[in-house]
């Protein structure tokens, strides 16, 4: 699993001023894993999220896939223009 694999490397890569936030509510942090005091979810090390989006940006597959999906738009909106 490669995305497994490239998070921990962005994760191992971030030094210092780590803290965990639940992926539902961004005012929940705290230094040290645990749970959410208001859902019960598993808290994330901060940065997970930003780490997958920046792999998304990253892959030139998902690029790929970002640039076919905006033509298509574009040429259904072209098509219902005319
Ligand atoms: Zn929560």
Do not use: N
Not at 7 to 17: D, F, K, P, V
Not at 27 to 40: E, F, H, I, L, S
Not at 55 to 80: G, R, T
């Amino acid at each position: 699993m490669t995305h497994i694999k490239l998070l921990t490397a962005e994760r191992s890569s971030l030094s210092g001023m780590d803290y965990y936030i639940c992926p539902m509510h961004s005012d929940v942090r705290q230094p040290g894993a645990g749970k959410c005091p208001k859902c019960g979810m598993d808290l994330l090390l901060q940065g997970t999220r930003f780490a997958l989006v920046r792999h998304m940006a990253s892959s030139p597959l998902h690029l790929i896939v970002m640039v076919a999906a905006m033509l298509a738009v574009m040429a259904a909106a072209m098509m219902m223009l005319r």
